[in-house]
């Protein structure tokens, strides 16, 4: 079966054809940093255009890539949610046209479980239980898996996701957007133990929670300029994300060890980041866990990773009715 993958939840037009769930024929992605860079963050309205104007070219080129016409795809997986409502309409009305006019098997994928099966692509079917930990741009998330397609929630962001929490700090130390990877880069040349900052605690064990540590760093660095000292921005940035990491490292370790798992699955685009894959590799290894880690093109949006998860689901039988709408807050169950 081959299946067309659309993924338009955020600020990236992405589309991918994808044979029996594994072999990646295509993956294509527009991106649009550049047109949300000079605002610092993703302007929805601005998302939503780019992807009206994204669509029908880069449906061309994925299709081109994959050595096929429409007439050849066999199902369409779209993400409905969740996302931003308008990024996401886009998408899925262009699904739902191409399904209707070509008379094709039609499924709603959860953008979070699309990360979840970008880990299928490479290594296989994950066989259950596992515990997932999804951390992106606007998740935070640990998700106990006792079978295909069922979802636990053991704990999620309280506020700040982690991908939310580096671009805040990356754009106060003068990083631009998106900040993530640039923060990255700088932590590497950093000492991570130049400034302890704090390690929330929840109440729920395995919640995480970030607005308190980015506004340590805002107070550390005007406390310093305040007195005529100046920590290295390269220190600042190590010690960030050593605080981020280390809590994010520690909690899902745990949850693997409390729920009786063996494997740990990632995904989403701060899975990206250098010290969490290694970090989070150390101790898997240490605890005997085996570690699921897309490769970085495949952490970040990707219609892949929804063809994917949108193959498993038809395959069981699954359709989604075509007058299915976007659900920004769509959960994960």
């Known amino acids: 079966m081959r299946v067309l993958g659309i993924e338009t939840s955020c600020d990236e037009t992405a589309i991918a054809v994808v044979e029996d769930g594994r072999a990646v024929l295509s993956n294509t992605i527009a991106s649009q940093v550049h047109l949300h860079e000079r605002f610092g963050g993703v302007v929805p309205e601005v998302a939503s255009r780019a992807h009206l104007e994204n669509f029908n070219p880069l449906l061309e080129l994925s299709l081109k890539e994959a050595g096929m ?14 996302g931003l409502v308008g990024a996401l309409l886009v998408g899925i009305a262009a699904g739902k046209s191409l399904a209707l006019a070509l008379d094709l098997p039609f499924i709603g994928v959860n953008h979070l479980e699309g990360h979840i099966f970008a880990n299928v692509l490479e290594s296989g079917p994950i066989e259950e239980p596992y515990v997932a930990f999804l951390v992106s741009g606007g998740h935070t998330m640990l998700v106990h898996v006792p079978q295909a397609h069922a979802y636990e929630i053991l704990g999620q962001t309280l506020d700040d996701a982690a991908g939310e929490a580096f671009d805040k700090v990356a754009r106060f130390l003068g ?18 133990n130049a400034v302890r900052f704090p390690r929330a605690v929840t109440q729920r064990r395995f919640d995480f929670s970030l607005s308190g540590l980015k506004t340590a760093v805002v107070r550390h660095v005007k406390a310093e300029r305040a007195t005529g000292r100046e920590t290295p921005v390269q220190d600042l940035a190590a010690s ?3 605080a981020v990491v280390e809590v994010q490292v520690e909690k899902t370790i745990s949850a693997a060890r409390e729920m009786g798992v ?13 010290r969490l894959r290694r970090l989070l590799a150390e101790r898997a290894a240490s605890e005997g ?27 069981r039988g699954e359709r989604t009715l ?11 169950n």
Do not use: W, Y
Not at 175 to 190: T, V
Not at 262 to 274: E, I, K, P, R, Y
């Open 289 to 315: 866990l085996r570690l699921l880690v897309p490769s970085p093109e495949l952490c970040t949006d990707n219609g892949a990773m929804i063809a994917c998860a949108g193959h498993f689901r038809l395959m």
């Open 175 to 192: 990083l631009g957007f998106p900040g993530g990877p640039a923060l990255d880069e700088l932590a590497r040349k950093g000492d991570p």
């Open 69 to 82: 016409t429409l007439g050849e795809i066999d199902g369409v997986a779209v993400t409905v949610g969740p």
């Open 262 to 274: 063996h494997t740990v699955a990632l995904g989403g685009g701060v899975v990206a980041n250098s």
């Open 240 to 242: 960030f994300q050593e």
């Open 322 to 332: 075509l007058d299915v709408g976007a659900s920004p807050g769509l959960a994960l």
